[in-house]
């Protein structure tokens, strides 16, 4: 219910029956209702100077009249104060029909259609086969998964696409190390770190002796080609890598709808490479073939190399053609670091040369890189912090915080029980969300510091908040359950970002609310 609206209707029939020469509707009314900065100058204020002269009254004199007209079962009462009439809300009432409508919509409360017969792609994760999910995926996984659920949230229709970093001579070299030093009963009880191992110990050997880089690409050649040997490796090994990333995904609450990764448009880039030549965009540079884009401030894109290779530009082109004519997308978003942002101008430029209008709802959510402990990560060299491992201990370092928080009687309104400690095993997106930024990095040595701290103080406020609301309405105490849904409210108005910051806000919030609690209480 939009309350403010409402008081704006109860106002409008008040207003036409104290003055016949009123021509104000609810939407007028309701453009002028404020908010005071003082609660005790109540919930909305109606300025009423700007009715004098429609009214032929003294603004004084109009709110009294309204105030002796206006009547509704959620307004507690109404003052007259100077020119502003100030309308105070029924609390009780207020609180309990947010509690129901919250019950009665689990997991929907305060959603819209606003995007009804519209679909977005997103295009995030983006993880690498053969390689175990690091906290270097974490940014675009989560400011994914998180544009996702607020689409989700508002009726659009989505596309959740994990486009998988599954093509390139890494994969060749990865073949190679296998067949020299692995086994498949290794790789399969190690998962994906047997052949992280592998992948590493593959460079040491090449530093040795750089025939290996040879033997490497000549295993991705078999794979271009479609060698029956070399396609079974390859295939299994994405298999292996997706069973594992699957257990983080489950961590984190992240789900997909495709998985269609570089490998998947091998087959459909000839067509918009074709395109380009027919509409006379391509170029011929010292051997390959580029899209000049000089005119508009970029350096030129290199669509194939002089051997006739791809890239990742040849294969995102394909993707998008792809994507628009199989989802035909309203958006599409790309939630990929501020390093591809010219990669992205290039995409998006070279769609709108073509002559498809549709790149309009193409755009890059940019973030800035991670880094550990002021150094970037980087799987060759074998320096990474993988995520399943650091949310096992902030897991883990959670629920002793927990225990010890429950014991010394800390946290009583949030009542840490056994829902609490199974809560404590799901941490999600909002406990280890580091801020987001658009350029720079973030080093994630500092961000976990305060993901236990996180975890605790916004995984349980849903639950403990219309808990304890409710209970205060069944006993009668309404202010009390107004401020529990007050409380809830602020602390989840609270991103993780912020939390980590100022941390001093939560304790804030809690405060306030036990001040409240114990005059109603009392």
Known sequence: MDMKLKVAEYIAAAA????ENCGLGCEDICAMIETPPDKKMGDYALP????????RCAPQMIA????????CEEIDHVEVVGGYLNVF???GGLARDIVEAVLAHPGRWGSSEIGKGKTVCLDYSSINIAKRFHIGHLSTTMIGNSLKRIYDFNGYTTVGINHLGDWGTQFGKMICAYKKWGNREEVEKGGVQAMVDLYVRFHHEAEQHPELEDEGRAWFKKIEDGDKEAMEIFTWFKEVTLKDTQRVYDLLGVSFDSYAGESFYNDKMAPVVEELREKGLLIESQGAQVVDLEAYGMPPALILRSDGATLYITRDLAAAFYRHNTYHFDKCLYVVAYQQNLHFKQLFKIIELMGHDWYKGMEHVSFGMVSYEGRALSTREGYVVYLEDLL??????AREIIEEKSLDNKIPVLALNELVMEQAEKVH???IRPARQKTGSTDFGNVMRHVPGTCIRVAFVPEGAAAHSQEYLDAG????AHN???YGAKILALTGAQLIEDPEKLEAIKKEFHENLAKELN
């Open 89 to 91: 809300l029924r609390r």
């Open 48 to 55: 009423c100077f700007r009715l004098s002269k429609v009214m």
């Open 429 to 431: 997106a909002p406990c």
């Open 64 to 71: 009294g009249k309204l105030a002796e007209k206006v009547a």
């Open 392 to 397: 096992n201990k902030a897991v883990e370092k």
């Open 484 to 486: 529990a849904v007050v």
């Open 16 to 19: 036409k029956c104290c003055f």
């Open 477 to 480: 105490k309404t202010e009390a």
